[in-house]
């Protein structure tokens, strides 16, 4: 789950970032493919959900590929995720008169106050909340804090700019479906997802900062090795979170070069990359895949 939560690994030398950012100038790459069949140009663009709002204005080939596209594709409905939020606080909260104490257990707990203590934080005030819910409230302070918002991620700039230019928009999949991504976690899943999660803490910001410069760069292997190393040990996670979602999605990406316009498809950056990521589903029936 380090995909939606810390989202990378540490970052290396301070030099690192320096580096990247040169190849990037030289290389001129985005992380987009065009994808083309006949009359038909499908863009996959992968995307950041959490940025900061100086990552803008982007690269020309990204904004090429949007103005060009008729309609703009996102992993779900863009317009129903405040409905969804209160639908994963309900999803997230404990009913059944246990505290986060119970749920969690008393070392992770422990563990848990310590964190919100370090943070100025009472955690009285999450005591009602799963443990998943913990992890993800805990991550997003944290990004939040480091200037990274959800408001400024790659998606939610698309879609705002797609409301603005009267863009046709549509999902993949359902926000309810995407709420229970986290809902469905057993409850020993939710409590190794709060362990991790407090781990990754330690280097969230620093992480999030690499992973932003391999993006622009459009360094695929970079990162693909920074959000897939989370799931090593969690084969099954990784095929819940990513694999399977590919799956469903491929024939609704295949059925846009049916379309009357070109389209833009934009998700989270994982599920471009690898041998099961849908650059290289579409490029196993066919289609024509160039990095941009």
Avoid at 73 to 97: Q, R
């Amino acid at each position: 789950m380090r995909h939606r939560i810390s989202l990378v690994l540490a970052a290396a030398l301070l030099t690192a970032p320096l580096t990247v950012l040169a190849a990037e100038e030289a290389s001129g790459r985005s992380f987009l493919w065009k994808v083309t069949d006949g009359p038909r140009t499908v863009h996959l663009l992968g995307s950041i959900h959490f940025m900061k709002d100086e990552a803008y204005p982007l690269s020309p080939a990204i904004e090429q590929a949007y103005a060009s596209s008729g309609v703009v594709v996102f992993e779900t409905d863009m317009a129903g995720l405040g409905e969804a939020a209160v639908k994963l606080m309900a999803a997230g909260s404990l009913d059944d008169g246990r505290t986060l104490a119970d749920a969690a257990g008393p070392e992770l707990y422990r563990l848990v106050s310590e964190r919100f203590d370090s943070m100025g934080m009472d955690t009285a005030a999450f005591d009602g909340m799963k443990p998943w819910m913990v992890a993800l409230s805990l991550t997003s302070i944290e990004l939040m804090r480091a200037g990274y918002l959800g408001s400024e991620g790659i998606d939610a700039h698309f879609s705002e700019r797609a409301r603005e230019d009267g863009k046709p928009t549509r999902g993949l999949e359902t926000p309810d479906f995407q709420v229970s991504l986290f809902a469905d976690l057993s409850e020993q899943e939710g409590r190794e997802f709060l362990a991790y999660s407090l781990k990754d803490l330690e280097t969230v910001i620093p992480l999030v900062d690499e992973i932003v410069v391999a993006w622009s760069a459009g360094n695929v292997a970079r990162i693909e090795e920074l959000l897939a190393e989370g799931f090593d040990e969690h084969p099954e996670l990784f095929a819940k979170m990513v694999t399977r979602r590919n799956l469903r999605w491929l024939p609704q990406v295949e059925a846009l070069f049916d379309g009357d316009v070109d389209a833009m498809v934009v998700v989270g950056s994982l599920h471009l990359v690898g041998a099961q990521g849908l650059v290289e589903l579409l490029r196993a029936n066919g289609r024509e895949v160039v990095q941009q």
